[in-house]
């Protein structure tokens, strides 16, 4: 039976195109931080899989700002596209992730482009367009309900499990 077995699956992805094994996953994102210790609360998304046409897809994008936390809470400051190592993701909450599609996919690229290249040096405003702002704008684009209450714009955890709760569809936890 095991043999049978072994060769039916054998023939099958020899038959079937890879393309129809292809799929990327977007996940979201948290890191707790603190505000004194170096490394601030930060929400980002993770991109990992293969597209229709077999190219492989290992990215993740944030929102950010190279700029001081000190000069952040004084207005406008220069945003930046962070793209984050292994080890640092390692170390953060994944709270849910969805399947894309390859227009998903392009759709995300694009918007990633598009927050890189705004027009303006300093378009980074801790309180109106910061890392979460951009994770939700994402989420958007995948059809999750992402609001972005005040009380919770520099909480990226909080944040994120406020999406769990919006979407219960994803039948993800909340992270404690």
């Known amino acids: ?3 049978f077995l072994a060769v039916f699956l054998f023939l099958l992805t020899a038959v079937l195109p890879t393309a129809a094994f292809a799929q990327v996953t977007l996940a979201f994102h948290s890191f707790n931080g603190t505000y004194l210790g170096g490394r601030y609360p930060h929400a980002f998304i993770v991109l990992d899989g293969t597209l229709a046409n077999g190219t492989r ?7 950010s700002t190279s700029a001081s936390a ?3 809470l004084s207005g406008p400051v220069p945003g930046v596209i962070q793209v984050e190592k292994e080890k640092y993701i390692a170390s953060t909450n994944r709270h849910f992730a ?4 390859d227009a998903q996919y392009r759709e995300i690229v694009a918007e990633v482009n598009a927050w890189k290249d705004a027009p303006g040096q300093k378009r980074y405003l801790l309180d109106q367009r910061n890392c979460i702002h951009f994770v939700a704008r994402i989420a958007q684009l995948v059809g999750l309900k992402a609001d972005v209450p005040q009380k919770l714009v520099r909480r990226p955890k909080l ?5 769990t709760r919006l ?3 994803l039948g993800a936890r909340e992270i404690k």
């Open 1 to 3: 039976m095991n043999r």
């Open 57 to 63: 897809v290992h990215e993740n994008y944030g929102y």
């Open 70 to 72: 000190l000069s952040a």
């Open 98 to 101: 969805v399947p894309i599609s």
């Open 159 to 163: 944040w994120l499990n406020l999406v």
């Open 167 to 169: 979407n219960p569809q």
